[in-house]
């Protein structure tokens, strides 16, 4: 019987996602919809499988529901084994203390038995908020080649933008020298993409070493890294080109989803060597009556109306006479004759009564001052009335 | 509902479209964009509450077998039960099955294994949707020894078929095999359902016999002296028993209605790919057509049916048109009334087209 894996990934899930706003009022950020039929974690759980690491610890923590019952028995993935899989890990009670997640660090630390069971040489540390494909093999190829006791996957961001990533100064050979979170003034533009490799015993000993300091802030950016460097540990980075985004804002998961359209979008999906998996949902495909341009519609759609520049969710119905323009609609909406809607991002289960009208176009819509840059951000589950207006730039959350 | 196994029958008739049948059983027949034909059957008796399926497949089961899996996507991968697929076993005889009978005596180990007290039959080559555990009710409450669905419309000429005539009580009072006619019938959809032993002993009796035909050795004959009940399927039924058929029962998804009555509950299950959503770029122009996961579509295309990843290119026209998974159809291409099977690849420029009453086939894998 097999007793150990190689490496195991830890895919912490745990976040609240605030500045998602009204889109994770009820579920975690991993669960957020993205380009019509996928969540945001099916990223991280498809490279896994696509990179031949088939054991993947999931640290959930705020509003789980939905996202346990996305994952399931991971078979979507492949993750259904009799030795490994996907396993949701939920803060637990122990006999000495009962806790939540304090921080990164100390979510990998609470689960330091789970990985231990599957004997690991390394682990694999990923965040649940990026939209990218990776493969980790290589990475994992990477680390063992250079004998570092860490590996960070980085990759070059705008210097204007680099003060909102932890930001790593390296050498010439890739070593890091220096580790920098958030830094106001940054020395360079390789910025940390969350996702890293450590040796397991390392990991497991900086891991005990920070939950012993009590000024720790228990965070992987903020205290680990730094201690490891400090302590003179390897500490290695790995630049990923390709695409990768973060979309824990309005503005980024809108920016991601348009992405995908085109002909050559600046993020494939359509790719028979890299499949992005999902739980795909038992629907017949979609019917295309109306007028869809550039645009993606995902199974179980009833259009008749028109859709320019938008990516359409799973089950969608867009009446006759209704526009959807430069919009991200998830999942089970229906949109209603006559309505229009423009630049906004809408939850699943949304109902636009007729002849509504939400958001602004979005040139008009960008100038609205809004924590949104002007995109219209519809809750879950929530309806808008008959010739209701929403302005642009909102964030509703209620029945409007 | 009372204890049931079902049993699917994954390619009888498979004569009546050998262009589709050429490489598949009847019952991996692509079908509505996303679907196997044997995919109605399957979720009829998974939505019934049945839990134990036995398929009977015969030859090229190849594809069915990749469709089905561990059942999985049914619900059917179970420790007790589930989907039990029954390959073709010719036992002391040199040849595999002919016919139904033949077939179901194949499955005697099958059925004689279980331990349901009834047994819900059906072929795997019609749209439908049906609540067997109802057919159940019926047949135990009137007693029955073989209930026999019936669905009314006017008689096709296939290859082989019966209809019959029922009296107030829904019996059977009679039973004909190939019938001249041209009005509206009963006509037998071959789905029954009967007691486990019952179905054992009517095989074991055939056997002893030396009958060849269920419906001429056993059905007709038997009339008076068994219990036959009609039980009515209402709602939508299309037989495939012709390339014609095929092509209409596709275009009937087109029909709001029957789109709504067939995948309004959302409970026809199917083999799942994780294809990417469908896209439309700037130049694509869709109209009335059903359009799966995984398709890229830059031309025009209505009143047609596209299944999984297929690709129109620019300037290219499709109507009246069922394309199956993985096409490609290229620049400028003109296309009408085509049914295309999978993996084809159609070059710019061509013009292709057939008409209604007989629509232009192109093979699985055809360069053209």
């Known amino acids: 019987m097999l007793t150990k894996k190689e490496c195991v990934a830890m895919l912490l899930a745990g976040g609240q996602g605030s500045r998602l706003y009204a889109l994770t009022s009820n579920i975690a950020k991993p669960a957020v919809s993205f380009g019509a039929k996928y969540r945001i974690i099916d990223f991280p759980l498809s490279n896994c499988i696509n990179s031949g690491i088939d054991t993947v610890g999931v640290l959930t923590q705020y509003q789980p529901l939905i996202l346990n019952e996305y994952i399931g028995n991971g078979q979507p993935w492949d993750l259904d084994r009799t030795f490994g899989g996907v396993h949701i890990l939920s803060p637990y009670e122990a006999k000495k203390d009962t806790s939540w997640y304090k921080g990164t660090a100390n979510a990998i630390y609470q689960n330091i038995r789970f990985m231990k069971m599957y004997d690991p040489e390394y682990v694999l540390i990923l965040s649940g908020d990026h939209i990218y494909k990776m493969d980790y093999d290589k990475m994992l190829a990477a680390h063992k080649q250079s004998k570092a006791d860490c590996t960070i996957a980085c990759m070059e961001v705008p210097l204007s933008e680099a003060s909102r990533f932890g930001i790593l100064n390296t050498n010439p050979d890739g070593t890091i020298y220096e580790f920098e979170e958030k830094p106001v003034n940054p020395k360079s533009n390789l910025a940390s993409m969350g996702i890293y490799i450590f040796t397991a015993s390392k990991l497991f000993k900086y891991l005990e070493l920070d939950e012993a300091d009590p000024k720790s802030e228990k965070d992987f950016g903020k205290n680990v890294l730094p201690a490891m460097l400090n302590a003179g540990e390897k500490m290695v980075s790995y630049r990923f080109e390709g695409y990768w985004k973060d979309v824990g804002t309005i503005s980024s998961l809108w920016e991601a989803n348009m992405d995908l359209l085109g002909v050559v979008p600046n993020f494939e999906l359509r790719d028979e060597n890299n499949i992005v998996h999902s739980r795909s949902p038992l629907a017949p495909p979609a019917f295309v009556e109306g007028e869809v341009i550039n645009s993606l519609v995902a199974t179980g759609g009833e259009i008749e109306g028109k859709i320019v520049n938008s990516v359409i969710g799973t089950n969608c119905v867009i009446e006759e006479g209704a526009e959807v323009i430069d919009c991200v609609l998830m999942g089970n909406i229906v949109v209603k004759a006559g309505a229009k809607l423009n630049y906004a991002i809408i939850d699943e289960d949304v109902t636009i009564g007729e002849n509504a009208e939400v958001g602004l176009p979005r040139k008009e819509a960008c100038d609205a001052k809004s924590k949104t840059n002007g995109i219209t951000v519809l809750g879950r589950g929530i309806s808008v009335k008959k010739n209701g207006k929403i302005p642009a730039g909102e964030i509703v959350d209620y029945n409007v | ?368």
């Open chain 2, 1 to 368: 509902m009372a204890s049931t196994v079902g049993v699917i029958f994954s390619s009888l008739n498979e004569q009546n479209v050998p262009e589709l049948t050429k490489l598949r059983s009847i019952g991996s027949v692509p079908f509505g964009g996303r679907y196997r034909l044997v995919d109605f059957a399957l979720s009829s008796m998974v939505n019934s509450g049945i839990t134990t399926v036995g398929m009977l497949a015969k030859n090229n089961y190849q594809s069915l077998m990749d469709h089905l899996g561990s059942g999985k996507y049914w619900d059917l991968a179970r420790k007790e039960g589930g989907l039990i697929l029954l390959p073709p076993y010719n036992g002391e005889t040199e040849t595999l099955y002919k016919n139904r009978l033949e077939a179901l005596k194949s499955a005697t180990g099958f059925l004689k294994k279980a331990k349901e007290d009834f047994v819900v039959i059906a072929d795997s080559d019609s749209v439908y949707k049906l609540d067997y555990s109802k057919v159940i009710d019926f047949h135990i409450k009137k007693n029955a020894d073989i209930t026999m669905v019936y669905h009314e419309h006017v008689t096709k000429k296939s290859h082989y078929y019966i209809t019959f005539e029922t009296n107030k009580t829904g019996r059977i009072t009679e039973l004909e095999i190939n019938p001249v006619t041209d009005g509206v019938r009963k006509n037998y959809i071959n789905v029954m359902v009967a007691r486990r032993s019952f179905i054992l002993g009517l095989v074991q009796n055939a056997i002893q016999y030396g009958y060849t035909s269920f419906g001429r050795d056993i059905l007709s004959p038997s009339v008076k002296s068994l219990k036959l009940y009609g039980y009515k399927l209402d709602g939508y039924y299309q037989n495939i028993d012709s390339l014609v058929s095929y092509f209409a029962a596709n275009m009937d998804l087109l029909n709001k209605n029957i789109r709504n009555e067939i995948f309004g509950g959302r409970d026809i299950y199917t083999k799942v790919n994780d294809s990417a959503p469908a896209k439309f770029t700037e130049t694509a122009k869709v109209k009335n057509s059903l359009i799966a996961d995984g398709c890229l579509i830059e031309g025009t295309v209505e009143n047609s049916i596209l299944f999984r990843g297929v690709k129109v290119g620019k300037g290219s026209v499709v109507k009246n048109c069922i394309i199956m998974s993985d096409d490609i159809i290229g620049e400028n291409c003109n296309l009408a009334y085509i049914i295309s099977d999978k993996d084809s690849v159609i070059r710019d420029n061509r013009v292709l087209a057939g008409c209604e009453i007989q629509p232009f086939f192109i093979n699985k894998g055809t360069l053209i």
